[in-house]
């Protein structure tokens, strides 16, 4: 089945500062990305997803890349603030094909200091 | 629209207690899914399904069962716990690939 990797799993950078948090998968199979914010006690929301036919997508101050040749992909976090403060979790999923099942990273703690 | 929706929200069971966690949807979705989240583990599958009355096994099935017998609701029972099913549980539905989080249920064995 599909493995995630992601690193690193905590990551502390100053207010305004870029923070960047990486994912690698195993099946080339997977064609959907998410990545997915969990605040504190809060549940998991998706922030912004790429799909394997566009190589980056960027909404506002968030971006992901994709390279599909080598199974990876990024998020990318520029002018954080204290709100950005969460776990960030990766995913990869073959969708509808396999009834809409992502596998999940370990996910990622950042934390933005004021 | 409520979205996804669980209750309970918190739980505290003895070892061998039984109990059933309900998820509800109300965007129709075909898929529905029950994963657990622990420490530095991020989302762990437990049982999936792809429409009413039918349930397939995820990554940790073990201990766990599961109903769809209405197209909105998924419920997880759990027939004896025991301290290793103390976890925050999520039910999340779906129509492709993006999935939509219910608040999660925070469940304590002792």
């Not at chain 1, 990486?22 to 990305?33: E, H, L, P, R, V």
């Not at chain 1, 998706?46 to 960027?58: A, H, Y």
């Not at chain 1, 999923?93 to 396999?98: A, D, E, P, V």
């Amino acid at each position: 089945g599909e493995n995630v990797e992601q690193h690193p799993s905590t990551l502390s950078v100053q207010e305004g500062d870029s923070a960047v948090i990486k994912c690698t998968y195993s099946d080339s199979a997977s064609n959907y990305f998410p990545w997915y914010k969990q605040e504190l006690g809060k549940r998991p929301q998706l922030i912004i997803d790429i799909r394997s036919n566009v190589g980056e997508k960027k909404d506002q101050r968030i971006a992901v890349t994709l390279n599909k040749t080598a199974k990876h992909f990024s998020l990318h976090i520029t002018e954080t603030q204290p709100e950005d403060s969460a776990v960030y979790f990766c995913a990869a999923s073959i969708g509808r094909t396999n009834a809409g099942k992502s596998t999940f990273g370990d996910g990622t703690t950042l934390t933005v200091k004021p | 629209n409520a979205g996804v929706t669980q209750t309970p929200k918190f739980r505290v069971l003895k070892t061998g207690q039984s109990m059933t966690l309900l998820c509800a949807q109300d965007m129709n979705h075909e898929y529905m899914y029950w994963y657990r989240q622990d420490p530095g583990m991020g989302l762990r599958l437990i049982h999936y399904s792809v429409g009413e009355g039918t349930t397939a096994k995820g990554e940790v099935p073990d201990g766990y069962n599961v109903s769809r017998l209405k197209k909105q609701n998924f419920l997880l029972g759990l027939e004896s716990a025991a301290p290793s099913q103390t976890s925050v549980y999520f039910c999340a539905s779906s129509y492709g690939a993006e999935q939509y989080f219910g608040p999660g249920t925070r469940l304590t064995v002792t």
